[in-house]
């Protein structure tokens, strides 16, 4: 694919939630184009729709209106299932809790995506390794999350999005669960796999760290109020 | 397989990881799957091979029914049997045979077999042959050919060691001297529960009698000819029989059923499906329990389950996890089942004396095998699939997103989970009211029959029987020169107060009693099978006052009456009301069997009171007695009244029987209470399963109703933090809490109770002593099932006492 290419592209994209005859508009007309190799951080105050976006973006849930192409492809009305595959193979996720599944050794939640892929036990094996090199964390295969730091948590979780060779990894408050030191550890691997070529899309509330991202947007009651293009932030 | 060998190493250790929670669903469910299993060996053993034949599915047996009697299968007459044998062709070989109890004497003790007269193609109709010796031949069912032996495996070890020379050497039967020419294997023991077998011989007399039923018929089909074809032949034959015989055949109706169903029987067919159904209804009972468990356990995993899914788990694969747990799970729970089954089995087969096994085909061949272990793990996968899927399938539906966020909660799926966890709580409810009352009203029948002849105060009556030999008893009167010895000797005994002599006591032979037919002077019967029918029962003057038979109307037996006084009888109240209706019968002549018959004219004296005498029949019979001087007979029982335990006297009555006739053997000796027991041992059996059925669904439904009120505070801490934020006490919470469990509780008692009523009109038509307005079954039951389900409620109420309402609303 051109280095160039867009990846995801959105044209009118609302999203409105329903709650006992309520209606909630928590996205409202939203355009969005990123490109393949683009970091772009989604940035905005509590309750903006920052998650929503991001979970729309991620195929977790989708648009109440609006279209939206991801790769090329039209995913707006897609079937659940074939919402689940598409994030499984094209999709890395980060979560801000890092969602790690505390029964599961560190080898065996990365080696999660690739389970439900379908990829061969050596394949795994190797990815899951290569992975974990690349986080730094090769050395920890048979310890339980609950062994670790949150800082070498989040980085276990980086290795997991990382596994499956996704288009593009969503990273939602990465650090929002982490110390500042440990913070600034996990935006160094983001911006190293930018670096390396990695679409990334993270929502943060934190300027210091969208300011790690070469494009921001803002949101405020769910329209992107603002757009700015950043030059990387040296270490 | 790959990825299924990992959702199994999970499983595994989220099991291992809430070992309390997976504990309670193996106990549950192997206290569920083990009843099943356990009662699945039995109905293997009874209904699948109840006789150890080979190819015994080409086999039938040739029966007659009276519907309108209830009589579901009755023995036929030589004339018939013979008639069918020489003309259906659907058929390679037709055989019979007939009971006939033997006095076996002249090598040891003497000592009363099960015999059974059959016909020479017997075993090689059946498809068996003599472990030692050789089957009848041919012409061996010919009079005087016919003094021939076949012992049982079991006679053969019990009584002649096992002698491996056995052939050829020579026992008195009944005083005739028979030769012993074959030895079945172990486990043969087709008719249930015979000892020996003989020829069966006819006189010209007997192969043209139509009247006597006492052969019991069965055929091996032609390869290629269906039970209904051959069903369809024998009617069309039993059709030309009643035409041309219409007093004889009218209201007797053949019934062609496979061997293995007529072996089985019935009752026990009957019994042992009532037994699945409460088995079945226990293991749904668990599911639901289980499936509480899972809803809570999986409650708890939503987050995990959620990432799996952003991960890219689909539906099918997140439950097909989930369903992998759960079916693990079973299999725990089976395997605590099998151990369980085997412990029920063992418990019940110790518990059962051999002279009642003996009646019960397939008794002594149950034991768990091969069938029931495979049917308990397909069990264990069907439980694991009905436990597991309701609980996965709503978790699956869970919002992804939502559930990620730090403090998501799907609310939409939440109020669905509750919804059916109630549903779950309220079928486990319903379902355990009406076992509990099926296993109430059972106890109860059971309790009746065990008490229905108290007044004779049978504790401390010795009842035994003899068979005096045609041979030596030949006359009448030595049969009453023995008797009457016999009854002196016996009355003699120190602490005996009195010594009887009657036919059959109540209860005897498993409760199965025989009718003779009566005639009534001056009433003329036009169809022989219209005339009255009686049990009769020959006894000495003293047996009213023993077995505390009240006289109704006239007088008893006196000691005026005997051998040169004009004949007399007394008979049962439901005789009088049955044949006499509106007349006084006292003074009338009545007669045993036809009226043109060789029986003489007895003059009915007396009414008294009726014994009941049959467990399967809920009414009472007529019951026509006669005085043992006046008809002496060859068949007797003695009952004897003892001032302390009837067994100790057991030896005294031996030496005092042995003074008068060495060579008679007695049978059957045992307490009168003992009698009535076993006779109705296998009703106590399936009391006593469908009580220990009920016991747990009792447990397993306060498990449920615990499970989810206990589920249901956790969930609602928040909200009880609330409310007591608000001024509510602890008390009141509490109270609110207990009444969502009993709300369920009434409804399922609501829904259990006409479900039960419909059971307990089915259980009332099959059982003495059972009626379907018990007010303890359908009044205390429910309260018994209400309180537990009031404490199952009340344990996890008493938390909210313990709720700090600060933490409580910081609690999400």
């Known amino acids: 694919m051109d280095a160039n290419a867009t990846l995801i592209k959105m044209e009118g994209v609302k999203k409105v939630f329903y709650t006992d005859e309520v209606e909630t508009h928590a996205l409202e007309e939203i355009h969005l184009e990123i490109k393949k190799g683009q970091y772009i951080s989604i940035a905005g105050p509590s309750g903006c729709g920052k998650s929503t976006l991001l979970s729309i973006l991620g195929l977790l849930d989708s648009p109440s209106g609006g279209a939206y192409w991801l790769n090329g492809q039209p995913v707006a009305e897609l079937t659940t299932s074939e919402r689940t595959r598409i ?9 801000q809790a890092f969602n790690l599944i505390g029964d599961l050794t560190v080898y065996e939640n990365v080696e999660l995506p690739l389970t439900y892929r379908g990829t061969s036990a050596a394949e795994r094996k190797q990815k899951v390794q290569s992975a974990l090199e690349r986080v730094g964390m090769a050395h920890r295969l048979r310890h339980y999350p609950s062994q670790l730091s949150g800082g070498q948590q989040q980085r276990v979780a980086v290795a997991r999005a990382l596994v499956g060779d996704p288009l593009i990894l969503m990273a939602d408050e990465p650090t929002g669960n982490l110390d500042s030191k440990n913070g600034e550890a996990v935006m160094e691997l983001l911006r190293d796999l930018h670096r390396n070529g990695a679409t990334i899309c993270m929502v943060t509330h934190d300027q210091r760290y969208a300011n790690f991202a070469d494009r921001s947007i803002h949101l405020f009651d769910g329209r992107i109020v603002e757009e700015s293009q950043e030059a990387a932030v040296s270490a | ?120 193609n017997f075993f090689a109709l059946l498809g068996v042959q003599p472990a030692l010796g050789r089957g009848f031949l041919p012409e061996e069912g010919e009079p005087g050919k016919n003094q021939l032996l076949i012992l049982s495996n079991g006679l053969w070890q019990g009584r002649f060691a096992s002698d491996p020379a056995i052939l050829g050497k020579t026992v008195k039967v009944d005083g005739k001297t028979f030769s012993i020419v074959g030895v079945m294997g172990k486990g043969f023991t087709f008719p249930q529960p015979v000892e020996a077998w003989m020829p069966m011989t006819l006189t010209d007399n007997e192969k043209f009698d139509r009247q006597s039923r006492y052969i019991w018929a069965f055929g091996r089909l032609r390869p290629g000819v269906s039970n209904a074809q051959a069903a369809a ?16 055949y009218k209201g007797w109706r053949l019934r062609v059923m496979p061997l293995r169903e007529f072996a089985a029987g019935d009752l026990t067919r009957q019994y042992t499906i009532l037994l699945l159904g409460a088995v079945a209804f226990v293991l749904l009972i668990a599911c639901a329990d289980v499936a509480n468990v899972q809803f809570a356990r999986i409650t708890g995993r939503q987050k995990e389950l959620a990432v799996r899914a952003a991960l890219g788990a689909g539906r099918v694969r997140i439950v097909r996890q989930l369903l992998i747990e759960s079916i693990l799970l079973s299999f725990g729970g089976a395997a605590f089942g099998l151990v369980f089954a085997r412990w029920q089995l063992a418990v019940m087969m110790q518990h059962m004396p051999p002279e009642v096994a003996k009646y019960v085909a397939g008794w002594y061949t149950i034991h768990l095998d091969a069938g029931a272990f495979a049917f308990t793990l397909c069990l264990a996968v069907f ?97 009453l020169s023995f008797q009457q010895r016999l009854l002196q000797r016996l009355s003699a005994i120190p602490h005996v107060q009195s010594a009887a002599l009657v036919t059959s006591v109540p209860y005897s032979d498993g409760g199965g009693i025989g009718l003779r037919t009566i005639s009534i002077a001056g009433r003329a019967t036009a169809v022989h099978q219209d005339q009255p029918v009686a049990i009769l029962e020959t006894i000495s003057s003293n047996y009213f006052a023993m077995m505390n038979i009240a006289l109704r109307d006239g007088r008893l037996f006196s000691d005026s009456d005997g051998e040169s006084t004009p ?137 449920g109703v615990y499970g989810v009120m206990s589920y249901s505070v956790s969930e609602r801490t928040h909200e009880i933090g609330i409310r007591m934020a608000m001024g509510a006490s602890g008390s009141q919470i509490q109270r609110l809490v207990v009444g969502n469990g009993m709300l369920l509780t009434v409804i399922g008692i609501a829904i259990g109770l006409p479900i039960a009523l419909a059971m307990a009109f089915g259980l009332s038509s099959l059982l003495f002593g059972v009626t379907a307005n018990d007010p303890v079954s359908f009044v205390g039951l429910p309260l018994l099932l209400a309180a537990v389900a009031f404490l199952a409620s009340y344990i996890p109420a008493r938390r909210v006492l313990r709720v700090d309402p600060l933490h409580a609303l910081r609690y999400e």
């Not at chain 2, 990881?17 to 083990?34: E, P, T």
């Not at chain 2, 069309?236 to 004889?248: G, N, V």
């Not at chain 2, 059972?442 to 029987?465: D, M, Q, R």
């Open chain 1, 87 to 95: 994030r499984n193979r094209e999709i890395g996720f980060i979560f």
């Open chain 2, 1 to 120: 397989m790959n990825t299924i060998a990992n959702d199994i190493r999970f499983g595994i250790r989220m099991l291992w990881k809430h070992r309390l929670a997976s504990l309670v669903c193996i106990l549950a469910l192997g206290l569920g799957m083990g009843a099943t299993a356990a009662i699945f060996s039995m109905a293997e053993a009874f209904l699948l091979h109840p006789i150890p034949i080979p190819d015994v599915s080409r086999i039938v047996a040739l029966v007659d029914t009276r519907p309108q009697e209830n009589i579901l299968s009755n023995a036929v007459a030589p004339a018939t049997y013979l008639e069918w044998q020489q003309q259906a062709k659907s058929f390679e070989q037709m055989g019979a045979y007939g009971w006939h109890e033997v006095n076996l004497t002249g090598d040891s003790a003497p000592q009363r077999i099960a015999g059974f007269d059959v016909t020479a």
């Open chain 2, 233 to 248: 032949e024998m009617a069309t034959l039993a059709q030309r029989q009643a035409h041309a015989f219409p007093d004889i």
């Open chain 2, 567 to 703: 004949p007399v009888a007394v008979i049962s109240a439901t005789l009088a009301a049955r044949y006499f209706p509106g007349l006084n019968p006292l003074g009338r002549k009545v007669k045993v069997g036809a009226a043109d018959g060789p029986a003489s004219w007895l003059t009915v004296v007396g009414i008294v009171d009726d014994l009941h005498y049959d467990w399967i029949d809920k009414n009472y019979l007529p019951t026509l007695y006669r005085l043992y001087q006046q008809s002496p007979q060859n068949w007797t029982s003695v009952l004897l009244r003892t001032d302390g335990s009837p067994l100790s006297f057991l030896p005294a009555v031996r030496a005092e029987i042995a003074a008068v006739d060495p060579d008679l053997p007695i049978f059957d000796a045992k307490p009168f209470d003992q009698v009535i027991t076993q006779s109705i041992l296998g009703i106590a059996y399936v009391a006593a399963m469908m009580g220990g059925i009920g016991i747990i669904a009792l447990i397993l439904a306060s498990v």
């Open chain 2, 383 to 479: 439980s694991g699939i009905i436990s597991g899927i309701a609980p996965a399938l709503l978790t699956s539906r869970t919002n992804v997103g939502e559930t990620l966020k730090e403090s998501g909660r799907g609310s939409s799926t939440g109020r669905a989970r509750h919804r059916l966890r109630s549903a779950l709580v309220v079928a486990e409810v319903a379902l355990s009211l009406v076992l509990l009352v099926g296993a109430g009203l059972l106890i109860k029948g059971f309790h009746a029959l065990l008490t229905v002849n108290n007044a004779s105060h049978p504790e401390s009556l010795l009842s035994l029987s003899m068979q005096l030999p045609e041979l030596k008893y030949q006359q009448p009167a030595t049969l």
